[in-house]
């Protein structure tokens, strides 16, 4: 391979590209080599000449990662569908909608009812995908958008890593960034709606009251899994939202008289607000009693001032409407009424969410039995036990007081929610989100604490369906709890059943296709499910959580074919022919998701998209082959499911995400990458189960293998080949469902991965030390092939490849050739490896010294093995101190006599820190793969 010419950026890329590029040509014909290795040893050995320096490395990388965002932007724009104009979108649409309701007896009322009815939610939430600096999100978001001073960012140094400490204060605010946008894109929509209406009934379009569309947020209100979230933390959020909603109302509304009554209303409230807020304990503390007392007294003695709900608004607004003297200022006020209609007195609608252990915990006192509820034997008796329990519970008043010395999370954030309602905002139910609902009786135990706080008219309960398990039993949880009268009652009340389905989790451990098959499966369960039990007359609501990769349920395709694979047709036809309205809410998570409103132009656009999907006729459209044969269907993403199953029991799978899988990431959000229990610390991760989702993703990605949306479709294939090529051109259902999975293969590579897996292999490095001519190479090499040897992952991990050669072979016998991996992803690999294998040949150099903390010179090898440089570079940092003598420098009055206090300086220029500058850009490397997938996690 030629050497490079010069060390400028681009010519050291192009260089690295053409290796690439002739390594894969030259594999054809040597079947035993790897050409991802292979290039890795190129660049190794420039490095060990001097030629590529540590500093040319960092420029390549930034060459390489400007390139992958520059890209990026440029298929987020395309993914929306920003080429598109914003405001002949949506008049095309208002006009659809108003044609559609012409053909009604009372066009003007149809209309209106088409607007009025919430068919869409989107809910920010605060997953741990903050993996890029909030310069780094509008810089991107800009750059999409052709706005701003992209350009003059893009051609400084952007690191391409996180921001250093990303904390639940960081996540509010950026998702209260992208809230701003979306609300000003949503008045935007309705300013259509209004405009069609005007010129049809000029004499009624001041009726109208749109909220087709809603906006939701669970940041600061999701406790599951974590308990570093104070109450009185998720009350000041609350506060800050409804702030945000005085600020949005004042900024909006014109100065004409009919507003003056509105304003001096808001005026009044956003004070008392702001006042509350001055007494509201600082984040992340542990305040004594006297400061929550001092704030609780403030949300009671403000409670009116603050207006704790919006029927006092929403009659002045009312009010303002007939009076305004201009169409235009009653466009405003309708549009602020609009808003305050669908959200409250709050800029986005709260949704909360806990586990449904700490549910279990907080029942334990009520219901006297030991056992685990979700246990076959004992599921009957735990759902007698709670319907008595139900029939005699009376409410209980909640003060901050009590709110204050209860225990039990579950209770907690139900009296939490109680006094939410009462002294924040009252004016819609609060979604209450229960994680890993395995049984009826964790439904009907959330109904018990809401009735015992008084609230259950004002609490959406709903389950969260994701694991392998619970997508299966499913319908035997919503039946368990159908069957009780208490809960047919409450579904009646509020007219609608609320129900979670997570893709990040049931991706992981069934696959990413087969997941959206059972998800479908279980939405038409339900569907039977409401016609068994005479509940056709209420809404069902589907809050589709996924995350902003294909390996989380997020289609690479358009944002069209996103909504459309979470909401497929059929189902969707089944609901409409039945009568069930359905209400869609979908998650958009971190700096990924909040970039689809990063800006006025991605904000419109996607509410374009949006509006586009769910006022789409459930009717339209021909039939889909894929339903003409169910049995391939069933075994096709039965397999996909058996295989990634096994997959995740294989002790070679935990071995290839949890080496060093974990050190490759940056922290990305504010809560931890392991859960945390009630008492408290993260758990030690012995599985992929007990490492959360976006993590493990995230590891899959940096490895080069996306297991969990490309592995099993090979197997699957192969049963029915002709058909599966079939289905794959006839069927719209299955074929967009091969697509994200086809677009998880062209991120994957079995070379890629093979050289990371070769890397843990204590013979690829006997190999090297048999064959390298470099003075000293040959120890070092020996020494982290004793190592690794050690550690005995080889067995295990070539074991793991075989699994995955498989299952690629029998789909590239199915489906032909799949795409390669781009050479400039490649490209970033090959760099990561190379300082991986420097950062490993740098540690052989660690002197020999005593046991410290019970550490050892092997102990430490492996940890730097597993890439723990941070506790690695610490621990050097206190065996080998640059300056051990605290007299050292200090005047005693007498001439200083020698000092050994530089006798580590020189261990730690040529070996410390050439590890900690090759560990900082083996994280930059991260970043930029990131960015070329599209997605973190």
């Not at 406790?223 to 702030?243: F, Q, V």
């Not at 466009?331 to 806990?354: D, W």
């Not at 159908?482 to 009646?492: A, M, Q, V």
Request: glycine share 6%; net charge neutral; with cysteine.
């Amino acid at each position: 391979m030629a050497g490079a010419e010069g060390l400028s950026p681009s010519a050291l890329a192009g260089d690295l590209s053409a290796a690439i590029v002739q390594a894969r040509s030259d594999a054809r014909e040597d079947p035993f080599g790897n050409p991802v290795l292979r290039v890795t040893l190129w660049l190794t050995r420039k490095m060990d000449r001097g030629e590529v320096t540590l500093a040319d490395t960092a420029a390549l990388i930034r060459q390489l990662g400007r390139a992958a965002l520059a890209d990026r932007a440029a298929r987020v724009a395309a993914y929306v569908g920003l080429e598109r104009d914003e405001s002949e979108a949506y008049a095309a649409l208002a006009r659809r909608v108003a044609d559609e309701a012409s053909a009604s007896a009372q066009p003007f009322e149809a209309y209106g009812a088409a607007l009025a009815r919430v068919r869409f939610a989107a809910v920010f939430t605060a997953h741990p995908t903050f993996g890029m600096s909030r310069v780094v999100a509008h810089a991107l978001a800009e750059l999409a958008s052709n706005e701003g001073e992209a350009a003059a960012l893009m051609a400084t140094d952007l690191s391409f890593r996180p921001d250093a400490a990303i904390t639940l204060q960081d996540e509010f605010e950026q998702a209260r960034f992208a809230v701003r946008h979306a609300r000003d894109a949503i008045d935007r929509l309705n300013a259509a709606f209004l405009a069609e209406a005007r010129a049809r009934w000029p004499q009624r379009w001041r009726e109208l009251r749109p909220r087709a569309l809603q906006l939701a947020s669970w940041v600061g209100c999701d406790t599951d899994g974590r308990t570093d979230i104070g109450w009185w933390d998720t009350l000041r959020y609350r506060l800050e939202s409804k702030r945000g909603q005085f600020f949005r109302l004042l900024e909006k509304l014109p100065g004409a008289p009919a507003t003056a009554e509105v304003k001096a209303l808001v005026e009044a409230a956003h004070a008392a607000v702001e006042r509350q807020l001055a007494l509201c304990p600082a984040l992340n503390s542990q305040p004594a009693i006297e400061p929550l007392q001092a704030f609780s007294l403030a949300l009671v003695g403000e409670r009116k001032a603050a207006m704790p709900d919006a029927s006092k608004l929403l009659a002045a607004l009312d009010k303002a409407i007939v009076l305004a003297e201009d169409e235009a200022t009653a466009e405003a006020l309708i549009l602020a009424r609009a808003g305050v209609i669908a959200h409250g007195v709050s800029i986005a609608l709260p949704h909360f969410r806990l586990n449904a252990s700490q549910l279990h915990n907080a029942m334990r006192g009520v219901i006297s039995l030991d056992e685990e509820p979700a246990q076959p034997a004992q599921r009957r008796a735990f759902l007698a036990a709670v319907n008595q329990a139900l029939a005699r519970v009376k409410p209980t008043p909640v003060d901050f007081g009590a709110l204050a010395v209860e225990r039990a999370s579950a209770a907690r954030m139900m009296m939490m929610v109680a006094q939410i309602v009462k002294h924040v905002d009252g004016s819609r139910p609060v979604r209450f989100l229960i994680a890993e609902t395995e049984t009826g009786y964790t439904l009907l135990s959330a109904l018990y604490l809401a009735r015992r706080f008084g609230i259950a008219d004002l609490v959406e309960i709903s389950p969260l369906f994701e694991t392998s398990d619970a997508l299966e039993q499913g319908p035997r949880i919503i039946d368990e709890a159908l069957r009780s009268p208490h809960w047919r009652d409450y579904l009646k009340r509020h007219g609608r059943l609320c129900v979670q389905f997570g893709y990040s989790d049931s991706g992981r451990y069934i696959g990413q296709v087969a997941a959206t098959f059972w998800v479908e499966r279980l939405r038409s369960r339900i569907l039977d499910l409401l016609q068994r039990y005479g509940l056709t007359d209420i809404e069902l609501v589907i809050f589709d959580t996924h995350g902003e990769s294909a390996g989380r349920g997020a289609h690479p395709d358009s944002l069209s074919d996103r909504l459309a694979y979470l909401d497929p047709e059929w189902p969707r036809r089944a609901f409409a022919k039945a009568g069930v309205k359905v209400t869609r809410e979908t998650s958009f998570q971190g700096s990924d998701g909040y970039l689809l409103f990063g800006t006025r132009g991605l904000a419109g656009a996607t509410v374009a998209r949006i509006a586009e999907a769910v006022f789409a006729d459930a009717a339209a459209g021909a039939d889909d082959p894929i339903y003409a044969e169910p049995d391939f269907a069933t075994e096709f993403f039965q397999t996909v499911r058996e295989e990634m199953t096994h997959l995740v029991d294989d002790p070679g799978y935990a071995a290839l995400i949890g080496t060093f899988g974990p050190s490759l990431l940056d922290k990305t959000g504010s809560r931890p990458a392991a859960r945390q229990s009630d008492a408290g610390g993260p758990t030690v991760i012995r599985h992929p189960r007990e490492l959360r989702a976006i993590p493990n993703n995230a590891i899959l990605q940096q490895l080069g293998w996306l297991a969990n949306s490309v592995h099993g479709i090979g197997q699957a294939a192969a049963r029915a080949p002709d058909l599966f090529a079939s289905m794959r051109e006839s069927s719209e259902r299955f074929g967009r469902a091969y697509r994200l999975a086809a677009h998880a293969m062209a991120n994957s590579d079995l070379d890629v991965l093979r050289a990371y897996l070769d890397t843990l292999d204590a013979g690829s490095w006997f190999d090297r030390a048999r064959r390298t001519e470099k003075e000293g190479r040959r120890d070092e090499l020996l020494a982290v092939a004793e190592t690794l040897a050690r550690l005995d992952l080889a067995p295990s991990l070539r074991r793991l490849f075989w699994r995955f050669a498989s299952d690629r072979l029998k789909l590239k016998e199915a489906a032909g050739e799949p795409p390669a991996m781009p050479v400039r992803l490649v490209a970033l690999h090959t760099l990561r490896l190379s300082l991986l294998h420097r950062i490993w040949l740098s540690a052989t150099h660690i002197p020999d010294f005593r046991p410290h903390a019970g550490v050892t010179r092997e102990l430490l090898l492996e940890r730097i093995l597993r890439l723990d440089m941070t506790g690695a570079l610490a621990l050097l940092g206190e065996i080998f101190p640059l300056n051990p003598d605290p007299a050292l420098g200090l005047d005693f009055g007498e001439p200083a006599g020698p000092r050994e206090g530089g006798a580590y300086a020189t261990f730690h220029r040529d070996v410390v820190e050439p590890m900690r500058e090759c560990f900082a850009l083996l994280r930059e490397v991260s970043g930029a793969i990131q960015h070329e997938i599209g997605a973190f996690g």
